[in-house]
């Protein structure tokens, strides 16, 4: 079993920039995965960012270059940097790690202002 934890969301204008961190515990070597998928109010849960160990990462067409994921093995730490942000990036944002099974975070709020 691997457990999430995430930070670093928060309000922020338009334009502005946040760091979301994600840090995993537990079974950790079984972690194939990890990213961040997001859901904003009235939504279904949509993929925002994945890195597979070893490969190379993707992201959501909306996101495409306003966002950075990133993989600290050593912390066995994802991170999310997110510039540019636009009041529709409001969602609440869900650390991911696929193992056997898909593990979740217990998220975090992102709010951008216009």
């Known amino acids: 079993q691997v457990q999430l934890v995430e930070s670093g969301g928060g309000l922020v204008q338009a334009g502005g920039s946040l760091r979301l961190s994600c840090a995993a515990s537990?079974?950790?070597?079984?972690?194939?995965?990890m990213g961040w998928y997001r859901q904003a109010p009235g939504k279904g849960r949509e993929m925002v960012a994945l890195?597979?160990?070893?490969?190379?990462?993707s992201y959501a067409d909306s996101v495409k270059g306003r966002f950075t994921i990133s993989r600290d093995s050593a912390k066995n730490t994802v991170y999310l940097q997110m510039n540019s942000l636009k009041p529709e990036d409001t969602a609440v944002y869900y650390c991911?790690?696929?193992?056997?099974?898909?593990?979740w975070g217990q998220g975090t709020q992102v709010t951008v202002s216009s």
């Open positions: 890195t597979p160990s070893g490969g190379n990462p």
């Open positions: 537990g079974s950790i070597h079984s972690i194939n995965v």
């Open positions: 991911y790690a696929a193992t056997l099974r898909p593990n």
